[in-house]
C-alpha cells in the first residue's frame, strides 16, 4: 500500500494503522521518502510492531513477503533467518542485520524515524 507523506515534530513519519498489519503478518509501505521512493516493511510480531527496510541484506528480496515464525523472520530468498528484536541474522557466521527504524504508536497509527 501506498501512503502521502506526513512528518511530526521529531522526524517520524506517518505510515498505516495497527490494524492494516495483522498479527502474524507483514505488510509493504511504499512512499516517497526525500525524493526516493522507499519500501518499508511492517511486521506485527508477538504483539509488537516493527518496521525496516524491505530488502533482504542478502541479495535484496523483499523481506514482507517472508514467513514469521513468532518473532523470527525467514526470508523467502535462501532462508535467511532474523530475530526482529535485534535485527541480527540466526544463522552465524552471518552478520548482516536488518535496516530497522524506530517507531511509535499515536492513537492506533504507526509512526517510523527512516534516517
Ligand atoms: S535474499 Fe534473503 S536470504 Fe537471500
Excluded at 35 to 64: R, T, V, W
Excluded at 65 to 86: A, P, Q, T, Y
Excluded at 90 to 104: A, E, G
Aim: charged share 25%; hydrophobic share 40%; glycine share 8%.
Amino acid at each position: 500500500m501506498s501512503v502521502e507523506q506526513e512528518v511530526d515534530s521529531e522526524g517520524y513519519v506517518k505510515l498505516v494503522a495497527v490494524e492494516e498489519v495483522p498479527p502474524g503478518e507483514m505488510v509493504q509501505v511504499t512512499l516517497d521518502w526525500q525524493g526516493e521512493e522507499q519500501e518499508i516493511a511492517l511486521a506485527n510480531a508477538e504483539g509488537q510492531i516493527y518496521a525496516f527496510k524491505d530488502i533482504c541484506p542478502h541479495m535484496n528480496y523483499p523481506l514482507s513477503i517472508g514467513l514469521l515464525h513468532g518473532s523470527k523472520l525467514e526470508c523467502r530468498g535462501h532462508s535467511w533467518r532474523f530475530d526482529l528484536v535485534s535485527g541480527r541474522t540466526l544463522s552465524p557466521p552471518i552478520r548482516k542485520t536488518l535496516n530497522k527504524y524506530p517507531i511509535k504508536l499515536i492513537d492506533g497509527i504507526i509512526w517510523a524515524r527512516l534516517d
